[in-house]
């Protein structure tokens, strides 16, 4: 079955101690991306990836990083979070920047303590 | 100025009813256009592309008025299973010529009650 896998779905943590939320995709998509959705603000894209090695940011990028060391994966690292990051995210791919739809994974509710 | 606009409704209407809803954008340079649906609590999904000449898939119909600088979704014969939120996305080309930003708006939410 053609799916988006996030993990974790839901993660309670505090701030300063670093996580990773973990993102693979199987459809041999090139371009995967990250969205943050907090209400009144919608849907916005913190980083995106057009293929292997090949990142760049979004509109929301501060406080994050991201790593495309393999085509299925795009990782989502928060460094030292903190309550601002508490959100609702988003990992999405399609089979390129300009295709659609873009398949989106499940979600991941995050709480910054 | 959000780049792109949408009304958040709630939009709270019977079964069978036709409901209409409209996006604006601002940037003029924006290339395509989306209509995305999003369930409580779960991803979303593209329900249509919206095209220059406007396009129709069942009960919805999706329309481009370039001029105004707004997209459009006509549901008709509303169902129960149409409640949702529906994100409106335009695409438009980065700084660096060969990216597509995506933008979304920040949802109209849809109740259809019997």
């Known amino acids: 079955e053609a799916q988006v896998t996030q993990n974790p779905r839901y993660l309670i943590t505090v701030t300063g101690k670093k996580l990773t939320v973990t993102c693979s995709q199987n459809m041999n998509h090139e371009y995967m991306s990250w969205y943050r959705q907090d209400p009144g603000l919608g849907l916005r894209q913190i980083y995106y990836s057009m293929n292997v090695e090949v990142t760049d940011k979004g509109d929301v990028p501060e406080g994050y990083k991201v790593s495309r060391k393999e085509k299925r994966n795009f990782p989502l690292i928060l460094e030292s979070p903190s309550p601002n990051q508490t959100s609702l995210y988003f990992c999405a791919s399609s089979l390129s920047q300009s295709a659609q739809p873009q398949h989106f994974g499940d979600g991941t509710r995050l709480s910054i303590l | 100025r959000k780049e792109v606009e949408q009304d958040p409704g709630p939009f709270n209407v019977p079964e069978g009813a036709t409901v209409a809803f409209n996006c604006t954008y601002s940037n003029s340079a924006s290339q395509s256009f989306f209509w995305y649906r999003q369930d409580c609590r779960k991803e979303p999904k593209l329900l249509m592309s919206?095209?220059?000449s406007g396009n129709e898939d069942g009960r919805f119909t999706a329309q481009l008025n370039r001029a105004s600088q707004y997209i459009s979704l006509l549901i008709r014969d509303s169902k129960l299973s149409d409640s949702a939120t529906y994100l409106c996305?335009?695409?438009?080309?980065?700084?660096?010529?060969?990216?597509?930003?995506?933008?979304f708006g920040r949802g109209t939410s849809l109740i259809v009650h019997p």
């Open positions: 996305v335009v695409r438009t080309s980065g700084l660096s010529g060969g990216s597509y930003i995506p933008t």
């Open positions: 919206v095209y220059s």
